[in-house]
């Protein structure tokens, strides 16, 4: 029976309601806005999904979406404008990280799920998919496609958790693949981060393309590429010839009802404001609590837009480079700056309806109440900052006004700038370097770069979080976590806690003191998301990351 994700914001409420321990509270609110949200009508009741045939095919959809250097496909942490609409995976997830075949036969009832076949106690995993697949180009996709394409990944691009895990992928004939682990995936979420974390790419159309998927995208899914200008616009058409006809086998998520989808690439919220009001965008994702007034029920513009509201899962953090190339490298230094947040103000900040955390932990995931965070004595624990405090661990790393580069990416930009504020005012020499994605990325990997790290890391529990952040195997040299720290005894500790017996609450209370003792990271809220959409959208549908499918989305006919 087919099960299709309604996205209702009481569900989503409910959830991170019953997630928290005694330890998470909503912020009070800096104005009438909660208030507003709670009354707001924003999503229909559709328990099951929506009937296909009633569905309305939408003309265009506008999207604002902060820019992007390149349509690339490749990577774990890949977040290409229009990925899950134009690539497909073998498995992808829905939004609350349930796993569904979609390249994969679920016609075939494998052994171990859908698809798949496994003995148990071993490395080898083998994929059935279906013999009809077809890319953008007409060509077909295979089982040698499937190897290639992870392969390719897993030699030449960033694989956060795979390296000396993913031994091999190779194809056993054209509708069979074959996954050679380096032993039985039985730690948390480990099988899902390879098995739903790679686009799966013809070999030839990777081959024959000019930029190599840079400047285009060819993949399987319901929308193609038309056309792309760097630091303007990405246009998507619907995909006719799709290669999945059986209509009791597609998803929600496959779904094509907008015969066009256009991403505006807009950095500044504000300019995604005013091109909301002015109608030239549709669509705008993530924005945060203080721009979304004039839509609420009651604004100037509610009768255009619905605002959807929920709760995210990403961590949002500090991150020193630890490396003996930054000034970060003294624990003194990163105690100092760590020292000088203020959560609480951070928070207000940002518009007051984000939630300060007590750890490198968020309430959303089943995991969090297992430790008692806010009941330990830390950093990332007081109320307010101390600047005696702050001064004496500064002398005590003999700091004398070095520049520090406070590294982050576009999407951080608000919370960036109050982070330099705070720093700059108890006398550390910070300066924000703000960045696209690609970029940040690339700069993250120098040592000798950076020095603060703001960003923001999700899993599908706690201690994948703090797997993908910490793990030594999201790095080339697989010695060093990507912030460029070397502790065995912590990397030893994190992977007892990911594993399926070390996964306890005494273990991740052990990495956690250990953390904060050597002031390796800092935890500074999650948050709540407001996706503000059209009017005339009655079902809205996200994917694996939360990531907006606006094409999967049904919409109301224009009334006559």
């Not at 230094?333 to 940002?350: K, W």
């Not at 923001?456 to 697989?478: E, I, L, R």
């Amino acid at each position: 029976m087919k099960k299709y994700l309604a996205l209702l914001l009481a569900l989503c409420m409910v959830f991170a309601l019953a997630a928290c321990g005694g330890d998470s509270k909503e912020p009070e609110p800096t104005s009438n806005l909660s208030e507003k949200l709670g009354e707001q009508d924003i999503q229909k009741e559709m328990q099951e999904g929506p009937e296909q045939e009633e569905t309305y095919t939408r003309d265009r959809v506008v999207l604002a979406w902060n820019s992007v250097t390149s349509l690339s496909p490749w990577g774990t942490r890949n977040s290409t404008p229009g990925n899950y609409e134009v690539y497909e995976m073998l498995y992808e997830c829905d939004a609350n990280g349930e796993m569904y075949p979609l390249l994969a036969d679920a016609t075939y009832n494998g052994n171990f799920m859908p698809g798949c076949d496994h003995e148990k106690g071993t490395g080898v995993y083998t994929v059935k998919i279906y013999d009809y697949i077809k890319d953008h180009k007409g060509r077909p996709v295979t089982a040698h496609d499937v190897a290639y394409s992870y392969m390719y990944q897993l030699n030449n691009e960033s694989t956060s958790g795979w390296k000396d895990n993913l031994l091999n992928v190779e194809a056993e004939d054209d509708t069979t693949v074959v996954f050679t682990f380096a032993q039985d995936q039985t730690n948390v979420g480990q099988l899902l981060n390879i098995l739903c974390r790679c686009f799966i790419v013809n070999e030839e159309s990777h081959k024959e393309s000019a930029s190599a998927l840079a400047n285009e995208m060819i993949g399987t899914g319901p929308y193609k590429f038309k056309s792309y200008t760097s630091g303007s616009e990405l246009i998507l058409e619907r995909n006719e010839d799709y290669w999945q006809t059986n209509k009791e086998l597609r998803r929600q998520e496959q779904q094509a009802n907008v015969e066009t989808i256009v991403y505006k690439f807009i950095d500044e919220a504000s300019q995604k404001v005013i091109g909301l009001k002015t109608g030239e965008i549709d669509f705008a994702a993530v924005m945060s609590a203080k721009d979304i007034e004039p839509f609420l029920d009651g604004g100037e513009f509610a009768d255009r837009f619905n605002v959807f509201t929920y709760p995210q899962k990403f961590v949002f953090n500090l991150a020193p480079n630890c490396s003996d190339q930054s000034i970060m490298g003294d624990i003194n230094m990163r105690l100092a700056v760590f020292n000088a947040i203020d959560q609480d103000a951070l928070v207000a900040a940002l518009g007051g309806t984000d939630t300060r955390i007590y750890s490198y932990a968020s309430a959303y995931y089943s995991d969090f109440d297992w430790v008692d965070y806010k009941s330990m004595d830390n950093y990332n624990t007081r109320t307010s900052v101390d600047p005696d405090v702050v001064k004496g661990y500064l002398e005590k790393a003999g700091y004398k006004g070095e520049k520090v580069i406070l590294l982050s990416t576009n999407s951080l930009t608000d919370a960036t700038n109050v982070i330099e504020g705070m720093l700059l005012a108890q006398g550390i020499n910070v300066e924000a370097k703000i960045l696209d994605d690609p970029s940040a990325n690339a700069l993250l990997a120098d040592p000798a770069g950076w020095d603060i790290m703001v960003g923001m890391m999700a899993g599908d529990y706690n201690v994948t979080v703090w797997q993908h952040g910490f793990s030594y195997g999201n790095t080339p040299t697989g010695d060093r976590t990507m912030y460029h720290l070397i502790d065995d005894e912590w990397e030893d500790l994190l992977n007892l806690c990911i594993s399926e017996d070390g996964h306890t609450p005494e273990n991740m209370k052990a990495w956690w003191e250990h953390c904060v003792e050597n002031a390796y990271a800092m935890g500074l809220y999650t948050s709540n998301a407001h996706d503000i959409l059209p009017e005339d959208m009655t079902y809205y549908v996200r994917g694996d990351k939360l990531t907006p499918l606006t094409g999967a989305s049904t919409y109301a006919a224009p009334k006559a």
